[in-house]
C-alpha cells in the first residue's frame, strides 16, 4: 500500500507540507533517520519523544 500511496501523495499534497514516518515503537528515530519530508522540512519538537538526545 505504501508503495501506491507515496506517489499519490507527491502529486496530491497541494503544497502542504508533509512528514511520512514508520510506527516503529521508536518516535524519536521514527521522526527523524526513517523519516521522509515532501516539501521543506520543518522543525520539531523531538525532546518529547523518550531516547531523545539532551
Same mark, same amino acid.
Given at each position: #500500500? $505504501?508503495?501506491? $500511496?507515496?506517489?499519490?501523495? #507527491?502529486?496530491?499534497?497541494? +503544497?502542504?507540507?508533509?512528514? %511520512?514516518?514508520?510506527?516503529?515503537?521508536? !518516535?524519536? /528515530?521514527?521522526?527523524?533517520?526513517? /523519516? =521522509?519530508?515532501? +516539501? !521543506?522540512?520543518?522543525?520539531?519538537?523531538?525532546? %518529547? $519523544?523518550? !531516547? =531523545?538526545? =539532551?
Amino acid at each position: #500500500m $505504501f508503495a501506491s $500511496f507515496m506517489p499519490w501523495l #507527491m502529486l496530491n499534497r497541494d +503544497g502542504l507540507t508533509v512528514l %511520512v514516518h514508520p510506527g516503529t515503537g521508536n !518516535g524519536y /528515530a521514527d521522526h527523524t533517520k526513517h /523519516a =521522509a519530508w515532501l +516539501g !521543506g522540512m520543518l522543525p520539531l519538537r523531538l525532546d %518529547v $519523544f523518550r !531516547g =531523545a538526545p =539532551a
